[in-house]
């Protein structure tokens, strides 16, 4: 692990791990005793299935009571942590929560909320579902839900959307605190189908060059692309940059449906293959719909698994620019089969191969997931996210582009253009607030104190022009981190004020519209984007 004085220099960085859990343990002080006849003749049998046969005996002679259930799941997540990091068992409780944001739609009640001081407040409704339909409003608390207090009581993300999701045309009652208004408001919700995107915004931050966030690979993923590629074309779209940076992936085919859009008919995208799987090509269909126009795609080591195989088609074709950090280095595919309980197993059957031929999983010790993620950390404290040399590739991986350029496989997509962590230690003030979420947190207070002055601007563009981080509200921000035991630092202060000052007024900003209001402020100091702005003008 890094050193934490070490990380005070560095801008922040968010990881998002999803640690695959289950490692089955075993230290076992035998005794030896008589075993029942007739699990022993199916030891003895060419039937004998181990786990099922050793579960029996437990629950027959364990001297206490047990789960069979539980047992059952631990052998299986044993199991399957002796095979890869991504191979996973899903209990049926947990399906929908793992499945849903893959399938571009739910069944709920239409809210996006965050839990602040044990609250849960409702940040935006989606427009044309159940509680915009009903009048609930963004910065409504919620209090009740059928009657059960949620407010103060210490719930999670997990319970509440437990509470809130159910089948479409069940119903739910909800009972929500509105600032000015004495009482609780009840509401009577009918759940629907609840629409999730994978395009968070698609707009030409300046003429001629359109910006396109992709935050995961769905069902809809190809369709919400399109769509968007159409309207950025129709605005005058010559050039695009694509960014994949955090998007760790979803499915196989959404990655190759969304490459074919900028590669022509032919061009190879992907293949896999698996000592149970024979090899299966994808290769570009007519149907791209921006193949000629300059490209570049953001990735960094948040960018996994389906954002590798688009970022890894591109570059080996020669297409696209790749610039930002070295991704996460996912490179296996795995099937998913539904159990009759409702649970399921996703199993890993396949690699993937990008264009060149490369594999680009990083390498992993089989029983060890946690190392596995961990490895992300490692490149912090080895130095690579300062500094490019430190990053070094086995020369029996080297590939070679149509074009002449260089790739690597074995762990991860290493970017044409690479950009460090910027390290000085003006920015340990900055790390400091960013590392407790305050800015996050003053953000959502001011917006939930100043609404009804927020939604007076007639539009995000009135909002845009109109209004700023004036230096009450600044000095407000301040005070809340000498609050939370942050010691204001002049010189951290005014180096970072600016920065602080966008991205306070980009989270406002989403608060009120959403991911349409937060880019197009975030960007404006977002160097990673400034440098690929300065890139589309060197390709010819």
């Known amino acids: ?161 437990k509470l809130l999701k159910g089948e479409r045309g069940t119903k739910v009652n909800i009972s929500v605190l509105r600032r000015g208004v004495a009482g609780l408001l009840k509401f ?61 992936g979803g499915y196989l085919q959404a990655a190759i449906s969304v490459a074919d859009e900028f590669l022509p008919a032919g061009k190879l995208i992907v293949y896999t293959e698996g000592i149970n799987r024979p090899r299966q ?53 795995q099937e998913q089969l539904s159990l009759p309980d409702g649970s399921a197993l996703r199993l890993t059957v396949a690699r993937y191969y990008t264009p060149t031929g490369r594999s680009i999983q990083k390498p992993y010790t089989k029983g060890h997931a946690e190392e596995y993620m961990d490895e992300l950390y490692e490149r912090m404290a080895h130095g690579e996210m300062e500094s490019q040399d430190s990053i070094k590739f086995n020369d029996s991986l080297k590939y070679t582009t149509p074009g002449g350029r260089t790739v690597y496989g074995g762990g991860g997509i290493m970017p044409d253009v690479y950009l460090p962590v910027e390290k000085n230690e003006k920015y340990a003030y900055y790390n400091a607030i960013m590392n407790k979420g305050l800015i996050y947190q003053y953000a959502f207070d001011y917006t939930d104190k100043n609404r009804k002055t927020l939604n007076a601007y007639k539009s995000f563009e009135d909002f845009d022009r109109l209004f700023t981080i004036t230096p009450a509200i600044f000095q407000g921000f301040i005070d809340l981190g000498t609050k939370n035991g942050i010691k204001p630092d002049p010189a951290g202060i005014a180096f970072s004020k600016a920065e602080i000052s966008n991205l306070m007024k980009a989270l406002i900003a989403r608060n009120i519209y959403d991911e349409k209001g937060f880019y197009p402020i975030f960007l404006k100091s977002d160097k990673t984007f400034a440098k690929a702005v300065d890139e589309l003008k060197t390709i010819k």
């Open 1 to 161: 692990m890094y050193n934490n004085r070490k990380l005070a220099v560095y801008l922040p960085i968010a990881f998002a791990l999803v640690l695959i859990a289950g490692f089955f343990l075993g230290a076992t002080l035998v005794r030896v005793s008589s075993v029942n006849e007739t699990l022993l003749q199916g030891f003895k049998s060419q039937k004998y299935d181990p786990v099922s046969d050793v579960i029996a005996y437990i629950k027959q002679d364990y001297v206490d009571s047990v789960d069979v259930d539980k047992l059952s799941r631990s052998a299986i997540e044993g199991i399957l942590a002796d095979l890869d990091p991504h191979s996973q068992f899903i209990s049926a409780e947990e399906f929908n929560e793992v499945n849903d944001p893959l399938l571009g739609n739910f069944d709920g009640i239409g809210v996006q909320f965050r839990i602040e001081s044990d609250t849960v407040y409702i940040i935006n409704t989606i427009p044309g579902g159940p509680s915009a339909k009903a009048g609930i409003l963004a910065g409504d608390r919620i209090i009740k839900v059928e009657k059960k207090l949620i407010a103060g009581v210490k719930v999670t993300n997990n319970d509440v959307m």
């Open 188 to 248: 009577e919700l009918t759940r629907d189908v609840i629409p999730t995107y994978s395009v968070d915004i698609a707009f030409l931050p300046e003429p001629g060059t359109g910006y396109l966030k992709l935050s995961k690979f769905s069902a809809t993923t190809a369709e919400e692309l399109s769509q968007a590629l159409i309207t950025l074309k129709s605005k005058g779209m010559k050039s695009l940059i694509l960014d994949l940076r955090g998007n760790s």
């Open 281 to 333: 090509i994808a290769n570009a269909t007519e149907k791209g719909l921006f193949e000629k126009g300059k490209l570049i795609v953001l990735i960094d080591e948040g960018s996994a698994s389906s954002s590798e195989i688009v970022a890894g088609a591109l570059q080996d074709n020669d297409r696209a620019t790749i610039v930002g950090r070295r991704s996460f280095g996912k490179g296996l595919v």
